[in-house]
């Protein structure tokens, strides 16, 4: 019903303002950390889990001062390269520079260029406000309290502002797409996606969505400069969109053979792609070198996280895993170029299916990727296919909203079947990685659907 809602209908932009006001709202509700210590939603801490700060901030900044108010030695040496710069937070009576940690530098961050600096910029702020206007510690107990009371709360502030303004952004140009397409249902589907309102305040890949989107955009309005940099940018943010780089610049490459007036045009992408990815890493790169390794090989010798190949190959640390995901992408990528991208329907398809390849076929698919995927979806899909796509997101959804509860649930599924009950979530006999099968193998039947369709479309021609 709603695709016949238009765009111009102020009922149906009111309507929009609401879902995004409700899932915005419901997000930040369910991960915000404040106050210390609060019980998580539904008594699920998977609910009130995020990167933002559990996966990041509190291993670095807060465990580096044990419950018992000494120094953990262990943690420290873990994720910290600069000692002074740790024994300063701990220990510093004002607020001064050694307060404003640099990631890659001082500590390990496994996040690419742009997301630092917006760690660097919150985590920053956070400290010197709350050491410069309410209060300084005096032993590394009451270092604790503060950072949960203060520094914890600031810094999630500061992060939510920056994706709220992105969310905006991806809202917006996922609207101008749409428009063009005169689907106007699509943009509220977003908004209630189970995946949109569970990681758009999880994690930063709303930001690389927004990126995209912009590219996109650039490109339908044929701005191939900022199409480039947008693009770059977003690989930059999360490394991913780098897949949707490869078939475009072949695309460019394939028209400049075929027409010299596309030649200055394909040139100016080209250029603005490139030195929107080159400058964010090369500077870590030759500032932070013993830092920006650690990022690489994070990345490079992580395990299989909620990957397609578990089901055959199910220890986790395998480099199996590894080798199949180069493997079977650069087969995809390569297939992808077949696609020739001759209208705005064909890029927002080759968008999605290059996207998807670097995911589905990764060894690591985190769920809150799909915040990434969900915009790309709703532009290339048919409504069938749609359909299918609202049920993957639905299970992965589930992954992290029952990542903590692996046990429970297991004892009580153990009723019915003979099933270990343990808490690992990363193995196959687990309720987790069941959601995350589902997701996959859903998601691989749109990607071979659209693919087998838009290569019959190449043979025709």
Not at 72 to 81: G, I, L, M
Not at 142 to 147: A, G, N
Not at 254 to 265: A, G, P
Not at 311 to 331: G, V, Y
Request: hydrophobic share 50%.
């Amino acid at each position: 019903m709603l695709r016949y809602i238009s765009f111009s209908n102020k009922k149906f932009k009111v309507l929009i303002l609401l879902f995004f006001t409700v899932s915005l709202g419901l997000s930040i509700y369910i991960h915000i950390p404040y106050p210390p210590n609060r019980q998580p939603p539904l008594n699920n801490f998977g609910l009130l889990y995020s990167d933002i700060i559990h996966g990041v901030f509190v291993p670095r900044f807060l465990d580096i001062v044990s419950s018992y108010g000494f120094l953990d030695s262990n943690k420290v040496s873990e994720y910290w390269y600069n000692v002074q710069v740790v024994e300063e937070l701990v220990y510093g009576r004002s607020a001064n520079y050694l307060q404003c940690p640099v990631p890659y530098r001082d500590y390990k961050f496994e996040y690419p260029p742009l997301i630092a600096a917006v760690w660097y910029m919150s985590t920053c702020v956070a400290y010197l406000y709350t050491y410069r206007f309410i209060k300084t510690p005096s032993n590394p107990l009451e270092y604790r309290s503060i950072v949960e009371n203060y520094v914890i709360p600031i810094h999630f502030s500061i992060q939510v502002g920056m994706l709220l303004i992105f969310c905006i952004l991806t809202l917006i140009y996922l609207y101008k797409l749409l428009k063009q397409e005169n689907d106007a249902s699509r943009l509220l589907l977003f908004l209630i996606l189970p995946s949109t309102v569970i990681y758009i305040t999880y994690n930063w890949d709303i930001i690389a969505a927004a990126f995209t989107l912009m590219s996109l955009h650039s490109l339908t309005k044929n701005r191939y400069a900022s199409a480039g940099v947008f693009l770059g940018l977003a690989t930059a943010t999360k490394v991913l969109p780098i897949f949707i780089a490869i078939p475009l610049l072949y695309e460019f490459i394939q028209r400049m053979h075929k027409t010299l007036e596309f030649r200055e045009s394909a040139k100016r992408y080209g250029i603005g792609l490139l030195t929107s990815i080159a400058i964010p890493y090369t500077i870590p790169a030759i500032l932070y070198q013993k830092g920006f390794s650690n990022f690489l090989n994070h990345h490079l010798t992580w395990y299989c996280e909620n990957c397609l190949y578990l089901p055959f190959i199910q220890d986790i640390q395998s480099p199996i895993h590894r080798i199949l995901f180069f493997s079977i992408a650069t087969i995809m990528m390569l297939t992808i170029l077949a696609v020739e991208v001759s209208d705005n329907r064909r890029l927002y398809e080759v968008s999605f299916l290059a996207l998807s390849t670097s995911m589905l076929f990764n060894y690591v698919f985190s769920p809150q990727m799909m915040v990434m995927l969900s915009p790309l979806a709703l532009l290339a899909l048919s409504q069938n296919l749609l359909k299918y796509y609202v049920v993957a997101d639905a299970a992965n959804a589930l992954i992290i909203s029952i990542f903590f509860k692996d046990a429970e649930i297991r004892s009580y599924i153990a009723r019915y079947i003979n099933l270990h009950v343990e808490f690992s979530p990363w193995s196959i006999e687990s309720p987790v990685q069941w959601a995350a099968f589902t997701r996959n193998m859903i998601l691989l039947i749109i990607f071979l659907s659209l693919l087998s369709r838009e290569l019959k479309n190449v043979c025709r021609r």
